[in-house]
């Protein structure tokens, strides 16, 4: 698979200086009215919201992006439906309004998708009263949906043939948001647009001490790619580190309100089980939801919630099994799902924020993942408790009104900062890419137009690549085989996404290592090509770090 690699880095030239190398350089030479610690969804907004009202910004993760909690979800949008059986009707009436304004600003991502939920005989509420509850529910969601469906056993099996309708007793059909491509890619975009609005950001680069002088804060850090020691000053800081925020603030001298319970979430991904464009929802064997989602050509099964002690959390044989018996028991499959059948798994932890205050034995499974923002204003120091995507614009907007109050200056408060850009650009991209004839160049796998997809996922960069499309017609041609991905963008990620590692692109930036198994990964000789692209002159050193992995 290693071909001459002349006759690629040829094409490319001298390699400059990348994005990482400049920006850890100002990382140093600068200081900053804040310092966000943590690339998950909560720093991610809080550093487009900052950033882009006039703050001077630095974020820093000691993995990639979005490397834990927000790249091991569910790939929902979601209001919130379980919440309702707690009776927290003003948490899930938040929750609804939050997905519809996700849906209005980010139209071609966060997108309205029919969930198919089937009641098993003997379940804990009869079928009358789980269709009362999502009635509740889209009226909750201001009827921004279309209306739930009360469904018989017959009419499951109509809507849905690998249903297993043995012991069901009826269901219902309600809408709730799916997000397109990956929860990675949508925590990605937001750093995207901070480091547009100039805020400094670098993955992999780790915290290990912390000082206040009058100056502020002074954090030493280290970067995990080549050892160096850097140094960071910022007024005001923020823990945004999702599960490990409690060691942080330790480490930081930091008391808060809060703290956090772990719930380990487990997803296998297999390949397409239907055809059918919903996402099915079953109750498993102990009362848990459980998801059958499509993703792309493959299809998402899960997921487990399993109290944990840390927020280190691994795959075991115990959850993997007891997703692949419940999708086995469910559905009705020409094979039973085995180990063999699993092309990757995804695995995360969910922080759950509790109180220090009152009661220290919190029933966790019916704690929800409402953010809580905690504020030292002694000590300058923000801390971002819980969160799940759904609900991540408002926690941009805390975290602004928090800051202001802190004494940094916002000179833009009024500045929107989220949302794809304006319809009149999405106009003249289409325009430009149908006099391109564009989509002719999606391969006949896909289910999806070339022109959509890549709006999705680059907005106004998509005009970009049209333009390296039309300079070089390679950028248009596909790299990696079933990984529907143009050499074009991997051009651009090179460029604009801060690709530390393989992986970064692969399972992050892309959903490629999570629907082509790292075999045929392995296999392809486009993988090196977009190595070299990606990497220059450190592209075999950077395929022998992921094929080690």
């Given at each position: ?146 209306a739930p469906t009360l469904l018989s056993r017959a009419d499951l099996k109509r809507r849905e043939q690998v249903i297993d ?26 750093i995207r647009t901070a480091m547009d609005y100039d805020c400094i950001a670098a993955n992999y680069v780790e915290a290990v ?223 430009q890419a149908q006099l391109m004839h564009l989509d002719a160049i999606t391969p006949a796998s896909s289910s999806e137009k ?100």
């Amino acid at each position: 698979m290693l071909k001459d690699r002349a006759q690629y880095e040829n094409k490319r030239g001298r390699y400059p200086l990348s994005l990482r190398a400049r920006n850890l350089t100002r990382l140093e030479s600068e200081t900053f009215d804040v310092l966000i610690i943590g690339g998950g969804i909560n720093g991610a907004v809080s550093a487009a919201a900052l950033s882009a009202r006039g703050a001077r910004v630095a974020l820093i993760d000691r993995g990639d992006f979005a490397g834990e909690t927000s790249s091991n979800s569910s790939n929902l949008a979601w209001g919130g439906i379980k919440y309702l059986e707690s009776g927290e009707l003003l948490l899930v009436e938040r929750l609804c309004c939050s997905r519809n304004q996700l849906m209005r600003a980010y139209p071609s991502t966060v997108r309205e998708m029919r969930f198919l939920t089937t009641l098993q005989r003997g379940f804990r509420k009869p079928a009358w009263m789980l269709y009362a509850g999502t009635l509740l529910y889209w009226a909750l969601g201001r009827f921004h949906t279309r209306a739930p469906t009360l469904l018989s056993r017959a009419d499951l099996k109509r809507r849905e043939q690998v249903i297993d309708d043995s012991a069901a007793v009826g269901g219902v059909e309600y809408s709730d948001c799916y997000l397109h491509d990956n929860d990675a890619r949508f925590t990605f975009n937001f750093i995207r647009t901070a480091m547009d609005y100039d805020c400094i950001a670098a993955n992999y680069v780790e915290a290990v001490g912390f000082a206040r002088d009058t100056r502020g804060w002074c954090i030493d850090a280290r970067d995990r790619e080549t050892g160096a020691p850097l140094q960071i000053r910022a007024q005001t800081l923020i823990n945004a580190c999702g599960p490990w925020a409690d060691s942080v603030n330790a480490e930081a001298g930091i008391d808060t309100e809060y703290h956090h319970l772990f719930s380990k979430g487990v997803h296998l991904i297999v390949d397409r089980i239907t055809d059918s464009n919903r996402i099915l929802t079953f109750f498993a064997s102990d009362g848990r939801l459980f998801f059958v989602i499509p993703m792309g050509p493959k299809t998402c099964i899960g997921t487990t919630d399993t109290q944990v002690d840390r927020p280190e959390a691994t795959i075991s044989e115990e959850d993997r099994h007891f997703i692949l018996d419940n999708a086995n028991h469910l559905l009705q499959l020409d094979k039973p799902l085995s180990d063999e059948d699993v092309i990757a798994e995804r695995c995360g932890v969910r922080p759950l924020a509790v109180s220090n205050q009152g009661d220290q034995t919190a029933d966790w499974v019916r704690l929800s993942r409402q953010h809580r923002i905690d504020v030292d204003r002694l000590h300058r120091h923000l801390s971002i408790y819980g969160g799940k995507l759904t609900d991540c614009l408002n926690v941009g907007e805390e975290v602004c009104r928090a800051v202001t109050e802190l004494g940094v200056d916002l000179p833009y408060r009024k500045r929107k900062w989220y949302g794809e850009p304006h319809i009149s650009l999405y106009r003249e991209y289409l325009h430009q890419a149908q006099l391109m004839h564009l989509d002719a160049i999606t391969p006949a796998s896909s289910s999806e137009k070339l022109t959509t997809r890549l709006w999705r996922r680059y907005g106004a960069s998509a005009l970009e690549l049209l333009e390296g499309i039309r300079e070089n017609p390679a950028w248009g041609e596909l790299l990696i085989e079933n990984a529907e991905y143009l050499r074009g963008e991997i051009e651009l990620a090179a460029r604009r996404e801060m690709i530390t590692r393989l992986d970064d692109f692969l399972r992050r930036r892309s959903k490629i290592a999570l629907v082509v198994p790292k075999e045929q990964l392995l296999r392809s000789p486009g993988l090196y090509q977009a190595c070299v692209i990606l990497f220059g002159e450190r592209a075999e050193e950077k395929l022998a770090q992921y094929t080690d992995g």
